[in-house]
T-cell receptor, first 114, second 114 residues
Framework: GENVEQHPSTLSVQEGDSAVIKCTYS??????FPWYKQELGKRPQLIID?????GEKKDQRIAVTLNKTAKHFSLHITETQPEDSAVYFC?????????????FGQGTILTVHP | KAGVTQTPRYLIKTRGQQVTLSCSPI?????VSWYQQTPGQGLQFLFE???????NKGNFPGRFSGRQFSNSRSEMNVSTLELGDSALYLC?????????????FGSGTRLTVV
């Protein structure tokens, strides 16, 4: 079935360190992989996304890498800041009858300590 | 450009009642999806509408239904409310279906069933 596994479920880092969150997906036909950040009491916000014709995408301190052969993708945050503390969700858009559907990972609670 | 607007923001209902939630997508966005977010289950896909037609449906009972109007606005309805329906209901809009389009979320409707 359509499944997205996300690890770790919680991640604690010191300010300035890097943080890495990994996701694996089940459907090799997927070719769109967004990452969302959700602060407490707020809506999920798209922070970066990648399509399967690209192996890596970077936006300032945030980067996403995609390995289609292994069916996994990762979020990398460098030089973390306390305002990066939030829940991060990965997602994959599956093909076939699930053409417009995003399937989400279970989320990672990132805490950045000053 | 206005974002995705969901109304109401908060609702308290009694078991057995029904509820209707509303979502106005970003202007020009024709696809609207609904998700249920709970602490235990994360973000679960409910359904997606495109051009007034339901294109995808998640694994929820028939008590959950929705529709989309010609102006792309969408409503979802939950009948015979149960305590377990308490959740944040998020609406997301996209320019179109297909794997290349990202979703923008609204701030959600927090439903509490007592």
């Amino acid at each position: 079935g359509e499944n997205v596994e996300q690890h770790p479920s919680t991640l604690s880092v010191q300010e300035g360190d890097s943080a890495v969150i990994k996701c694996t997906y089940s459907d090799s036909a997927s070719n769109y992989f967004p990452w969302y950040k959700q602060e407490l009491g707020k809506r999920p916000q798209l922070i970066i996304d990648i399509r399967s014709n690209v192996g890596e995408k970077k936006d300032q301190r945030i980067a996403v890498t995609l390995n289609k052969t292994a069916k996994h993708f990762s979020l990398h945050i460098t030089e973390t800041q306390p305002e990066d503390s939030a829940v991060y969700f990965c997602a994959a858009k599956f093909g076939g009858t699930s053409y417009g559907k995003l399937t989400f990972g279970q989320g990672t609670i990132l805490t950045v300590h000053p | 450009k206005a974002g995705v607007t969901q109304t109401p923001r908060y609702l308290i209902k009694t078991r057995g009642q029904q509820v209707t939630l509303s979502c106005s997508p970003i202007s020009g966005h024709r696809s609207v999806s609904w998700y249920q977010q709970t602490p235990g289950q994360g973000l679960q896909f409910l359904f997606e509408y495109f051009s007034e037609t339901q294109r995808n449906k998640g694994n929820f009972p028939g008590r959950f239904s929705g529709r989309q109007f010609s102006n792309s606005r969408s409503e979802m309805n939950v009948s015979t409310l149960e305590l377990g329906d308490s959740a944040l209901y998020l609406c997301a809009s996209s320019q179109g279906q297909g794997q290349g389009y990202g979703y923008t979320f609204g701030s959600g409707t927090r439903l509490t069933v007592v």
